[in-house]
């Protein structure tokens, strides 16, 4: 079942629920509102008649010997002469006079088959000297009846009954019932339309949002969005929720995407690394295998050997990359800046005696790192200011609010702007590629070990005037 349809089920339901009791609490005050009314005039025409007649009970007029208060049963038209009592009676209402007993002592047109039913139960009541109130039926006609008694002396004396019909008040009441009923069903029914419309409106985005989610797990097109217009409601929080997770699932998705293009560059470029290397040593063995001269074997070897370190360097770069990107844990403690920094400069300075590398390192601070990756970086960063420069190489180090920064800085030919959006890439040697050494892998492999120890690399250079590489860690 679509939330589409239980909303509408639920709201024509509440609705359903409303009207069945606004229509029972309407039934109920009309019913009970209509009894109040007969009863009122009931009880008013029964008011006149019991003072009319007590009033001729007390003329004494013809005796009974049994009853000799009480006067004896007469035509209605000989009981009320010289009253108006009756005469001002509603229409189809009717009137009793019984005695004490029950007995029917006067009636419209003197016939005893009009009698109204009157109860053991409500004889004893008006005996008591307590009014009464009953429904039967007459004729097959349902009337009210109301009994007061005319008490005289402490005892009833007579008992004053007057009746009405409440068919048509029935009928009325039947008939606002199945009105009631009618019209609950019509409301209902179009309550439900406009319910079902109203839903369809409403959950109009949220289809929208399940139409493109479809279409985006199909084509994996991540730059679409859910149009939604609509006020900041939960509607409208759901769409803005839906379009940042877009935007997040397709940062995601490109970043995948760069990282699959990037191990596809990858792994071509050490395989044209090893190729070269590989292919150098294959060619060397198939010399000696045709039994070279002496010269040409020492030469032969001196060849191998020189690929074979090249090798071992390419495969540990690769290996220590690889660490990396694995997410290696590096050591979290407290190192101190100045000896590290001395002692990679002096073994930068065994790699080219000739080249002075000047220093500028602040006593006595000390970072959080981690001290052979540090160590490592130096290194890195200090082989290739030897190999893209000719003039003074100079490192500074000094603290700077909550950091430490480290500065190596050379004096080469620099890095041109397009060059430097590739300077982290891997195996990437920008126009120097032939004539330099190396494998274009040691910046991406400082750059993963700063970034392991929570510190930052920034490289600013202009070409003719060199570069500088500036590292950044916390105290």
Not at 15 to 23: A, D, E, K, P, R
Not at 133 to 140: L, N, R, T, Y
Not at 153 to 174: D, H, K, P
Not at 179 to 200: C, M, N, Q, R, Y
Request: proline content about 3%; glycine content about 6%.
């Amino acid at each position: 079942m679509s939330i589409r349809l239980r909303l509408t089920l639920i709201y024509s339901a509440i609705l359903t629920l409303t009207l069945f009791i606004f229509g029972v609490v309407l039934y109920s005050f009309q019913a009970q509102d209509t009894l109040n009314a007969l009863k009122n005039d009931l009880y008013k025409s029964s008011e006149r008649i019991a003072e009319d007649v007590a009033r001729a009970n007390t003329l004494g007029a013809h005796p009974d010997d049994n009853h000799p208060n009480i006067s004896p049963p007469r035509k209605f038209d000989e009981f009320s002469e010289g009253e108006n009592a009756f005469q001002d009676l509603r229409e189809r209402e009717i009137v009793r006079i019984l005695d004490g007993d029950g007995n029917l002592l006067a009636s419209p047109f003197g016939r005893a088959e009009d009698a109204i039913p009157l109860s053991d139960e409500g004889l004893v009541t008006l005996q008591s000297a307590q009014e009464w109130w009953e429904i039967e039926s007459i004729s097959d006609e349902e009337m009210l009846i109301y009994s007061r008694p005319i008490v005289q002396g402490g005892e009833t004396v007579f008992i004053v009954q007057v009746a009405r019909s409440i068919i048509e008040r029935n009928r009325t009441l039947q008939s606002l019932a199945t009105t009631l009923g009618v019209a609950g069903v019509i409301v209902v029914l179009l309550a439900f339309v406009v319910g079902w419309t109203l839903s369809g409106i409403t959950l109009r985005p949220i289809n929208r949002i399940t139409q493109a989610a479809q279409e985006i797990g199909e084509k994996r097109d991540f730059t679409r969005r859910v149009d939604y217009a609509g006020p900041e409601d939960e509607v409208g929080h759901l769409a803005n929720t839906f379009n940042k997770m877009l935007s997040r699932l397709q940062d995601a998705y490109e970043k995948v995407e760069y990282s699959l293009e990037m191990q596809r560059n990858f792994v071509a470029d050490v395989s044209h690394e090893l190729r070269t290397p590989l292919t150098t040593l294959r060619g060397n063995l198939g010399l000696l295998r045709r039994k070279p001269t002496a010269e040409m074997q020492d030469d032969i070897l001196v060849d191998m050997v020189d690929e074979s370190d090249r090798l071992i360097r390419l495969v540990n770069d690769l290996l220590l990359l690889a660490r990396a990107d694995a997410g290696r844990s590096l050591a979290k403690e407290r190192i101190s800046i100045q000896p590290i920094l001395e002692e990679s400069i002096r073994q930068a300075q065994q790699l080219n005696a000739a080249r002075n590398i000047a220093s500028n390192i602040a006593q006595n601070i000390s970072i959080l790192g981690d001290r052979d990756a540090l160590k490592q970086v130096m290194l890195i960063l200090l082989d290739n200011a030897l190999k893209h420069s000719d003039g003074e190489i100079n490192i500074t180090a000094h603290k700077m609010g909550a950091q430490v920064q480290i500065r190596v800085q050379d004096y080469g030919s620099g890095i041109s702007l397009e060059e430097m959006e590739h300077i982290f890439e891997r195996f990437y040697r920008g126009g120097e590629a032939p004539v330099t050494p190396g494998f274009g892998l040691g910046l991406p492999i400082a750059k993963t070990l700063v970034e392991g120890m929570n510190g930052e690399i920034e490289i600013e250079s202009e070409e003719g005037k060199g570069s500088e590489v500036t590292l950044r860690f916390l105290v």
